[in-house]
């Protein structure tokens, strides 16, 4: 006696028949598709970056995918030309699955890029996934991360003689990375505040500063007496520039005397500020760089000074 199978029965079995003797139906390609990517900078210098593009690619449907070949091209924005290029092979990917691919390019650090992952079967293409990326210029250098800090600093009359001053700057560097800094340069430019003329540029080395520790700098410069001067800071690592900063000095100050002028310079006389080694015995220092050192901010000096229509000659700034 025959079964009694329900209607759906014999087309079930229609259906399977169909799918096994016939592989460009249920049994299809893998639809593949790039879901994601992925962007980070790499090893970086003064003309070149490199990135680092994690592509994260994807079987929507269909049997597992044959191997692929996964190009990535990297074309300038603005002119469109390939700037750079590169392959790898990847597994086939089963059904509903994904796999990350890692790659690298080095492009010229300027300019903006579109980035292009490609996915290719032979010579197939089977999917793709395009980001951008801009301002590459704005990376800095791997030589130019130090971690290194200017934390504060201060301006010291040493002496005055035949109307030049000497003005030692001790510079207050901290090590906020992980890693010893090695040797450093650090140097100060005088420069007088009206013309932007350099009245003196010295330096010092620093053997090294370890990490979470502050090393003081001290650098003397000699200038013209009676003249106001922006003192620039800058520190050298393997001849190349890692940390700027300045700081104000003022052997003329401009006070504001309430008349019609508005304004008066003061008659400072620059010797009476001179200080002796034993005045300012230094401590070892140690404090951690995002501790604060006692002593006024640089803003709160000046308004100090405005307000008592004095002169200010150690003056300490956090840069």
Known sequence: ?????????????????????????????????????????GHT??????????????????VASDPLTVRLQAFNADSGLLDGETSSATPGIEWGGTREVSQSVTLPRSGSY??????????KEMGEGEIRVSNLDQLVPDTQQSGLIIDETDFIVKDVAAGTAT????????????????????????????????ADKQQTTLDNIDPEKITVASVPVKVPDQYNYRMEIVIWRNGTIVKRGDGIVQLRPVILNGTSTGAATAGIETSKFIVGDNQMARSPVSTPPWTKSPGFDLPAAVAAVGAAGGFFMISRRRL
């Open 1 to 41: 006696m025959r079964p009694n199978l329900p209607p759906f029965f014999f087309l079930a079995v229609t259906i399977i028949l169909l799918c096994t003797v016939s592989t460009t139906g249920c049994l299809k390609e893998g639809q593949l598709s790039v879901k994601d990517i992925v962007i980070s900078a």
């Open 45 to 62: 210098t003064t003309s070149s970056v490199t990135l680092n593009v994690t592509s994260t690619i994807q079987n929507n449907g269909g």
């Open 114 to 123: 579109r980035i292009v992952v490609l996915l290719d079967k032979g010579d």
């Open 167 to 198: 003005i030692r700057t001790d510079v207050y560097v901290a090590n906020g990375g992980l890693v010893s800094s090695g040797p450093v340069t650090v140097e100060v430019k005088a420069k007088e505040l009206d013309a932007g003329l350099t």
